[in-house]
């Protein structure tokens, strides 16, 4: 599909369900997506923290892109993610992805190396799609802000203004990011990376957003941002409101809270990968409770 939208954009790292047997559960991702797809979600990102990228193998990750692939049909933006401090393996997976049905490859920026315009000058050209550069330098701690910057505001600038480029998809750390739209072009996306930041990303100039509360309450997601963006602040704040509870308990768990949100939801989250575990009773509970103040489920 044109990667082109009107914005806002909303898209959602998407969950990879697991069986007993510890197997990826390919039917049950088909599924999902068939569901999302009748969401305001404007396309999904495979193989991020949410999907519990360092739990799966190369192989894993390509069927998931092709699995997504085949019921998408292109009416959503397909993304893939790539992880890699490594120029010429981040170009060997991404293009790999991109065969298999990847749109948008999203690169986090490298962590175990200090030589990052290097890699992003011989990356973001040679790459066969256009690049979503993500700002998260310690995946997986999704509650804290606390943490160094991974470049200079003027540096994540310049990469964005490189042709090959589709936008930016910020850090918690709004006192950063701040200082950092103001050298992305308007012709970038700038979307804001947590479901409790939206309407603070609207404020700072944010023209989407990618969160994992997206898979469990796309429509407020999109609402938040889209009243934001069009001056309803009110009403943008009020759903915010909502939400944040909710965002919370599920971020706090990580993806064993996401998928205890989407079984309640009625979708086919699957089992976290082992060693990872799920969510006891109480946790469960709370995050009903947290999903009926948000008004996802009665």
């Not at 540096?155 to 992305?184: C, K």
Request: hydrophobic share 45%.
């Amino acid at each position: 599909m044109a990667l082109a939208q009107q914005d806002p954009i909303i898209v959602a790292p998407s969950p990879t369900p697991f069986r007993h047997d510890d197997k990826v559960d390919f039917p049950a991702i088909e599924e999902n997506v068939a569901r999302w797809l009748k969401t305001p979600l404007s396309g999904f990102v495979l193989n991020s923290e949410n999907g519990e990228e360092a739990f799966l193998s190369e192989t894993d990750r390509l069927e998931i892109v092709r699995t997504v692939q085949r019921v998408n049909q292109a009416q959503k933006i397909l993304i893939a993610g790539v992880d890699s401090p490594s120029i010429s393996e981040t170009l060997r997976i991404a293009n790999r992805f991109v065969e298999a049905g990847a749109e948008l490859i999203r690169i986090r920026i490298p962590r175990l190396t200090a030589n990052i315009d290097d890699y992003f000058n011989a990356v973001i050209p040679r790459v066969e799609v256009p690049i979503l550069i993500i700002h998260q330098m310690t995946p997986g701690t999704f509650l804290s802000a606390s943490h160094p910057a991974g470049a200079e505001a003027e540096q994540i600038g310049a990469w964005l203004e490189q042709e090959n480029v589709f936008g930016y998809i910020a850090s918690a750390d709004l006192r950063f990011e701040a200082r950092v739209r103001r050298f992305v072009s308007t012709a970038k996306r700038f979307w804001i990376g947590n479901g409790s930041l939206l309407l603070a990303g609207v404020m700072l100039g944010a023209n989407g957003a990618c969160m994992m509360l997206g898979n469990i309450a796309p429509q407020e997601c999109y609402d938040i941002m889209h009243s934001g963006m069009t001056g309803h602040l009110d009403q943008a704040r009020t759903i915010q409101d909502r939400v944040l509870e909710l965002d919370w308990q599920v971020l706090t768990r990580q993806a064993a809270g996401l998928k205890a949100a989407l079984q309640l939801l009625g979708f086919e989250s699957g089992l976290p990968r082992a060693p990872s575990r799920v969510c006891n009773r109480q946790a469960i509970q709370q995050i009903q409770e947290a999903m009926r103040i948000a008004k996802v489920i009665p």
